[in-house]
């Protein structure tokens, strides 16, 4: 939480390329003060026969779905900046090497998951500072 899960062509990034891609996904959260343990980030491989898009083969196409859970977007415009920025970070890695991508978020009810059994803490609670400082799901009050 989030989730981020890119559905790739088969052996289209290398490992150093996702340890960059993530991280710099990552840094995105972090800097809103968000722990780096919720950022998430899943490459899922797909074989060049497997990949279709418009009912034709693709191996030049990345899809990337979000899970928002802990923060959700107050405004269009707030929406549309993460967006902005978040394709910023993306671009090195799909815009300039020539792919096609598509970008979609889900936002799901923080109500309805739980880390190591613990209720997600509230936004700039103590309990999620505590969180940051620790950088893990532990008991709070």
Same mark, same amino acid.
């Not at 415009?77 to 090497?97: C, G, H, N, S």
């Not at 109500?111 to 969180?131: A, F, H, M, T």
């Given at each position: &939480?989030? =989730?981020?899960?890119?559905?790739?062509? #088969?052996?289209?990034?290398?490992e150093?390329?996702?340890?960059?891609?993530?991280q710099?996904?990552?840094?995105?959260?972090?800097?809103? %003060?968000?722990? !780096?343990?919720?950022?998430?980030?899943?490459?899922?491989?797909?074989?060049?026969?497997?990949?279709?898009? %418009?009912?034709?083969? *693709?191996?030049?196409?990345? $899809?990337?779905?979000?899970?928002?859970?802990?923060?959700?977007? #107050?405004?269009?415009?707030?929406?549309?900046?993460? &967006? @902005? &920025?978040? #394709?910023?970070?993306?671009?090195?890695?799909?815009? @300039?090497?020539? /792919?096609?991508?598509?970008v !979609?978020?889900?936002? *799901?009810? $923080?109500?309805?998951? $739980?880390? *190591?059994? /613990?209720?997600?803490?509230?936004?700039?609670?103590? %309990?999620?500072? =505590?969180?940051? $400082?620790? *950088?893990? !799901?532990?008991?709070? #009050?």
């Amino acid at each position: &939480m989030p =989730l981020h899960r890119f559905y790739v062509p #088969e052996g289209l990034y290398t490992e150093v390329d996702k340890k960059k891609l993530a991280q710099s996904i990552t840094d995105i959260y972090t800097s809103i %003060g968000l722990p !780096a343990f919720y950022v998430i980030v899943l490459f899922i491989p797909v074989k060049k026969d497997s990949y279709y898009v %418009g009912g034709k083969a *693709n191996d030049k196409f990345v $899809r990337v779905s979000i899970q928002h859970i802990a923060r959700h977007f #107050e405004s269009y415009e707030v929406a549309k900046q993460f &967006m @902005d &920025m978040y #394709e910023a970070k993306l671009a090195p890695f799909i815009k @300039d090497r020539g /792919l096609d991508w598509e970008v !979609a978020i889900e936002l *799901n009810d $923080r109500n309805l998951c $739980r880390l *190591n059994g /613990l209720p997600i803490p509230l936004s700039g609670s103590e %309990g999620e500072k =505590l969180w940051v $400082r620790v *950088n893990k !799901a532990v008991p709070y #009050e």
